[in-house]
């Protein structure tokens, strides 16, 4: 007596066998991109908040990259640095002084080599080491009196460095990085202002024609 398996019954083993395979590369596959998406962003600074300088203080901004820097004025009315803060600024506006703020920088991506020695590993290293954001900016800020010239000047410097995954979301990354930047550099103007709080007030005043 002969036990034989039937074609149907083994063709039914072999599209199971192939649904396993398939399913363990599926997980594979999902591993690998998961393991791809990770993301090194320090956290966003928390603002700071002080005693506001006891000044209304109109805002304009300057330079090529207006979006970003009017964002940090957004982060500047956060931060209570003044009493007040208008913006955009109109020259029928009541203010004691005008804000002209600018900021420039650059961004250096790299990841060329990085994406060869993963790719070397057969992705083994890619939750280690992915492409990389460095970003360098200065912001320069003058303070002048309406009709009487400018009184006061702060220069700052801020730069922030990411890695990230290759499968990452590079336009959550690239948001991220902005703001993190963005809201660095607005800090350390406020810190610089704060910092000279007695001295931007005497020379406003001085700039007025009060004493």
Same mark, same amino acid.
């Given at each position: 007596? $002969?036990?034989?398996?039937?074609?149907?019954?083994?063709?039914?083993?072999?599209?199971?066998?192939?649904?396993?395979?398939?399913?363990?590369?599926?997980?594979?596959?999902?591993?690998?991109?998961?393991?791809?998406?990770?993301?090194? @962003?320090?956290?966003?600074?928390?603002?700071?908040?002080?005693?506001?300088?006891?000044?209304?203080?109109?805002?304009?901004?300057?330079?090529?990259?207006?979006?970003?820097?009017?964002?940090?004025?957004?982060?500047?009315?956060?931060?209570?640095?003044?009493?007040?803060?208008?913006?955009?600024?109109?020259?029928?506006?009541?203010?004691?002084?005008?804000?002209h703020?600018?900021?420039?920088?650059?961004?250096?991506?790299?990841?060329?080599?990085?994406?060869?020695?993963?790719?070397?590993?057969?992705?083994?290293?890619?939750?280690?080491?992915?492409?990389?954001?460095?970003?360098?900016?200065?912001?320069?800020?003058?303070? $002048?009196?309406?009709?009487?010239?400018?009184v006061?000047?702060?220069?700052?410097?801020?730069?922030?460095?990411?890695?990230?995954?290759?499968a990452?979301n590079?336009?959550?990354?690239g948001?991220?990085t902005?703001?993190?930047?963005?809201?660095?550099?607005?800090?350390?103007?406020?810190?610089? @202002?704060?910092?000279?709080?007695?001295?931007?007030?005497? $020379?406003?005043?001085?700039?007025?024609?009060?004493?």
């Amino acid at each position: 007596m $002969s036990f034989g398996i039937s074609s149907t019954f083994e063709s039914e083993i072999t599209n199971r066998q192939v649904s396993v395979r398939l399913l363990v590369l599926l997980i594979v596959v999902g591993l690998l991109v998961s393991a791809c998406s990770w993301q090194k @962003i320090p956290p966003v600074p928390e603002y700071v908040k002080e005693d506001p300088i006891p000044l209304q203080v109109g805002v304009v901004v300057d330079g090529q990259d207006a979006p970003f820097t009017a964002g940090m004025v957004d982060d500047l009315k956060s931060m209570r640095l003044f009493d007040g803060l208008v913006y955009p600024y109109r020259e029928s506006d009541p203010v004691d002084a005008v804000m002209h703020l600018s900021a420039s920088g650059t961004v250096d991506a790299s990841g060329a080599a990085r994406g060869f020695l993963i790719g070397l590993s057969f992705f083994t290293l890619s939750p280690f080491i992915g492409p990389k954001l460095e970003l360098e900016h200065d912001c320069r800020t003058v303070f $002048s009196v309406p009709k009487r010239g400018e009184v006061s000047t702060y220069k700052v410097h801020a730069s922030t460095e990411v890695t990230f995954g290759l499968a990452a979301n590079g336009a959550e990354v690239g948001r991220k990085t902005s703001e993190l930047q963005r809201r660095r550099l607005a800090d350390e103007l406020a810190k610089a @202002i704060r910092a000279d709080r007695q001295g931007l007030i005497s $020379s406003i005043r001085r700039g007025a024609g009060k004493s």
